[in-house]
């Protein structure tokens, strides 16, 4: 059986930087550009000797260049370049086009996991343990099992979690190997794959994690390759969790290297708690009751927690802007988040202090990253910026169907796609009418999804819709409605923090 196919492996090969400079120039001479978007979910296979057509290739590239934080120009560049050769994990960063649903697309098998990104993966316990099957020969056993807890800590320390070393039956088997090994997934030698896990699941082989002792495992120095970074890195896709594109993040593609002080990041953290929620709160210890102090109206307001307005906004629309930041519209004012996505850190009263010549209440709006333009949407009319600078010739005409739209979301794969009452159809500058098979009704797109919604943005990987108070989260691998939950807490940062 394979392996591959069952189990829904996160097959996280990385590679390592010892040689890597060395190297780059004799691995640059013999790089093929296509060959990479495809191994890593950019671009279909391409079979029986076919090339890949220039607008699939820029589309690819621009799409790599976004995941991996650099200037998005869909060309390849000595930064794409340089990119593309840095140490990094071998887990697919994206789903290939041709695997991603279209919308008349029939249900997938919901018993088939994807080989490279599913989420929505993780155990239905709390209790997870874990068995070291073997140990590396090339560190005392002392330090492998002392980086291996330091390892799940990270994760334990920021959700209900806890890891628990068994001598019996376990979730998570532990092995360092050599080669090929069993499990379809075979290792190289030295300089090559580090490291591979599988996600959460009901096989023999799930949350299983092995690691190739033919490469220098070290602990607390830069030489070599530092065993606690790589086992926290791969214990994140053993509980669930696939690739960040956010720099710093510990699920980031692109491993770094020696780090003494590494940490999880805000998006790992929300990541994994969107999983499995947050930590439970050590109970305090009784204190003596003491009559409460006087408080006036300006002590009970002058707290860090937004206020009514913040706590009660509803979105006209949100959207990604050119700057990573999101920014919700509602009435002419404009709204931008805080980094993490989560409360407010400006109110713009007039939103044509950002948006130049901007409609006073937009019905929609979309940043397009492939061609970095951000469009907002009005009854008839359409404006465009560059940046924050609107474009010359700008606002134009809107054609057919593509007037009077509700909210616009931008897929993973660029396309951007209109919502207006019970419909959605793909959008570009040079549409007239919507292309063949559009528009479809928002629930063969979304199964499960309500029509007449305000607004919807696709944030760090995750359709999310708004109507009113609240926000549906929607499960792409599953087609499904995780769940619908109120957006103050999640995204407006009201009340008791929570993930969204």
Not at 170 to 190: E, M
Not at 361 to 386: E, M, P, Q, V
Request: net charge positive; aromatic share 14%.
């Amino acid at each position: 059986m394979n392996l591959l196919a069952y189990s829904g492996i996160i097959l996280c090969i990385l590679q390592t930087n010892k040689g890597f400079e060395i190297s780059r120039e004799k691995r640059a001479k013999g790089f093929e550009s296509d060959k990479y978007l495809e191994k890593f979910g950019y671009l279909d296979e391409a079979k029986g000797g076919r090339q890949h057509d220039e607008t699939s290739r820029k589309y690819a590239i621009s799409e790599f260049q976004e995941f991996a934080g650099i200037r998005v120009t869909g060309q390849m560049n000595e930064e794409t370049l340089a990119r593309m050769l840095a140490p990094r994990c071998g887990l697919p960063d994206v789903i290939r086009p041709g695997d991603r649903i279209p919308p008349n697309a029939r249900e997938t098998n919901r018993n088939k996991p994807s080989n490279f990104y599913a989420p929505g993966f993780k155990w239905d316990k709390n209790e997870v343990t874990y068995k070291f099957v073997g140990f590396s020969r090339q560190l005392p056993q002392s330090s492998q099992r002392r980086a291996i807890r330091n390892a799940f800590s990270k994760w334990s320390a920021v959700t209900p979690l806890q890891f628990r070393e068994s001598s019996g039956a376990a979730d998570i088997l532990i092995n360092w190997v050599f080669g090929d090994h069993g499990d379809g997934s075979p290792f190289d030698r030295r300089g090559g794959t580090l490291a591979h896990a599988f996600f959460p699941g009901t096989s023999a082989i799930s949350g299983d994690t092995h690691f190739d002792e033919a490469e220098e495992w070290t602990e607390g120095k830069n030489a070599g390759t530092n065993l606690e970074i790589v086992a926290a890195h791969e214990f994140g896709h053993a509980i669930g969790l696939s690739h960040s594109n956010v720099r710093g993040a510990l699920m980031q593609p692109f491993y770094g290297g020696y780090d003494p002080n590494y940490q999880l990041q805000s998006d790992d953290i929300r990541g994994v708690q969107t999983l499995y929620g947050s930590a439970p709160r050590p109970q305090p210890r009784p204190q003596p009751t003491r009559a409460p102090p006087a408080t006036t109206p300006r002590d009970r307001d002058s707290g860090n927690n937004p206020d009514k307005e913040i706590c009660e906004l509803k979105f006209d629309d949100i959207a990604n802007g050119p700057d990573n930041r999101l920014y919700a519209f509602r009435f002419g004012r404009l709204y931008k988040f805080n980094y993490d996505g989560v409360g407010i850190e400006k109110v713009y009263k007039n939103s044509r202090r950002v948006f130049p010549k901007a409609p006073k209440n937009i019905a929609a709006a979309a940043f397009d990253r492939r061609n970095n333009k951000f469009y907002i949407f009005k009854g008839y009319k359409l404006w465009r910026y560059s940046q924050f600078t609107l474009d010359a010739g700008y606002p134009k005409r809107l054609q057919g169907w593509y007037r009077n739209v509700d909210a616009a979301i931008v897929e993973d794969s660029g396309e951007i796609l209109l919502l207006k009452g019970k419909e959605v159809s793909v959008w570009r500058e040079d549409f007239a009418s919507p292309p063949r098979g559009y528009p479809v009704a928002i629930g063969v797109k979304w199964p499960g999804l309500r029509d007449d919604l305000e607004a919807a943005v696709r944030y760090r990987r995750i359709s999310y819709f708004f109507k009113g108070a609240n926000y549906f989260r929607y499960n792409d691998y599953n087609r499904k409605v995780d769940y619908r939950k109120s957006k103050a807490g999640p995204w407006l940062g009201c009340g008791r923090p929570e993930p969204k």
